[in-house]
């Protein structure tokens, strides 16, 4: 057959094919599919989705010379598009905070942007222009290393259900006064935060996920959230002494009014922090959708955390799986073990019908860590498999812990206890 006569199989392609086959492609690849037939030229400028990343141009050794090509390859892409942009994301090692940034935000106001992610380089933070607070229509805003102070009649982003700032310059009113004027939020994620006192008001948030050195934390009114993941750093001295000045309870303060968790993951001083005031609450609450518990850096040594753990596993009957790690301090667990504490908190009556999973690790099989494993494969009749990962400085007691293990009574006929040395 004649070249002449073949059919041209890319221009026969429905316009709906080669929307989806444009969409799927990096935006610098898809700008180049211009080149392969009449039917595809400028296809590319009407897609509602632009991401930008490093990847659209050619890395040369100048970085000067790399960030004015990103630069002038954004800025011509918008100037050729037409049509409404409803996710506009730049993602980029490359780009600092340039004048260009707000003019690319300027055109956007005026498009009816739904989602919009600025992830920019280390450098000098980049100021959100004021026109960023003129996106009514926007669902999700995501911002890295941005600085962010909205104007005073901001109401608020109507339409927003994601969240996300990480390492954003924010005052603790105004991240306050977003989050509860955004009525619609579902996912809430703040990172790299210092020294901030925070008080979530989010009726219909579902997901949280928060990292940094909170110095107060506060669930005000999150009847629907479902999931939490947390992470309290405390690097300063500053930030330790605030913690043990508090008052009051703040487990109540945090999940006293999350009927619906599903699944909670604490890191680092988590439990430390929700221990404050423990031993002034009365179970009251209890935790019927919570499946999934994930706890780090719990220690042993301390009797208001382990109350903690105690009071999370003891009030959710329908928990699943448990993962907790360990951080304690071995000579003071053997000075002074306590032991009287499990009988003494533990329900005589407590069983975990629905437990299914739990792994534990960095243990140092001392008695405390060891009469948890005994009152978790006691009263788990459903218990599947239990693993248990001792401290990789623990030696001499990894023996007697396996021993101590095999001889511990199972609820549960099927449950299978593995002893992993990592």
């Known amino acids: 057959m004649d070249d002449e006569t073949a059919p041209d199989l890319l221009s026969d392609l429905p316009l709906s094919i080669i929307e989806i086959i444009l969409s799927l492609l990096p935006i610098r690849d898809a700008i180049r599919m211009s080149t392969l037939s009449t039917k595809w030229r400028y296809r590319w400028a009407s897609l509602p989705q632009l991401t930008f990343c490093d990847k659209c141009v050619s890395s040369v050794p100048d970085k000067s010379a790399v960030e004015n090509k990103l630069i002038k390859f954004i800025t011509h892409a918008l100037f050729l598009h037409k049509g409404p942009i409803h996710k506009f994301k730049i993602c980029t090692s490359i780009l600092q905070s340039c004048p260009d940034i707000d003019q690319w935000l300027l055109f956007l106001s005026r498009n009816d942007v739904r989602e919009l992610t600025l992830e920019l380089s280390d450098g000098e933070w980049f100021r959100v222009p004021t026109c960023l607070f003129s996106f009514k229509k926007l669902t999700l805003l995501e911002l890295c290393r941005c600085e962010l102070d909205p104007p005073p009649g901001f109401r608020g982003f109507i339409c927003l259900r994601t969240l996300t700032l990480n390492q954003v310059l924010v005052t603790p009113e105004a991240i306050e006064s977003l989050i509860t004027n955004c009525p619609l939020l579902e996912s809430l994620t703040l990172s790299y935060y210092d020294g901030l006192d925070l008080n979530v008001n989010a009726s219909n948030l579902k997901y949280l996920h928060l990292e940094g050195e909170f110095k107060d934390l506060c669930l005000e009114n999150t009847p629907m959230l479902e999931e939490v993941s947390i992470s309290l750093y405390m690097n300063t001295d500053e930030i330790q002494e605030h913690f043990e000045q508090l008052s009051g309870c703040n487990f109540v303060q945090f999940l006293g009014g999350v009927p619906n968790l599903k699944r909670l993951a604490g890191h680092v001083y988590f439990t430390k922090y929700l221990s404050i005031g423990i031993e002034q609450w009365t179970p009251s609450l209890t935790y019927s959708h919570l499946k999934i518990i994930e706890l780090n850096q719990v220690s042993f040594e301390d009797m208001k955390e382990l109350l903690v753990v105690l009071r999370l596993i003891t009030n959710s009957p329908n928990l699943q799986e448990l993962q907790i790690s360990g951080s304690s301090n071995t000579n003071v667990i053997l000075e002074a073990p306590n032991l009287d504490f499990w009988e003494a908190e533990c329900p005589p009556d407590c069983t975990f019908k629905q437990l299914k999973t739990v ?64």
């Open 359 to 422: 792994k534990m690790t960095d243990m140092y099989g001392v008695p405390h860590e060891m009469e948890l494993i005994k009152i978790l494969l006691g009263n788990s009749p459903a218990l599947e498999k239990m693993s248990i990962v001792p401290c990789v400085y623990v030696t001499e007691l990894k023996v007697d812990m396996l021993v101590e293990l095999v001889r511990l009574r199972r609820a549960s006929p099927l449950a299978e206890i593995q002893f992993i040395q990592e």
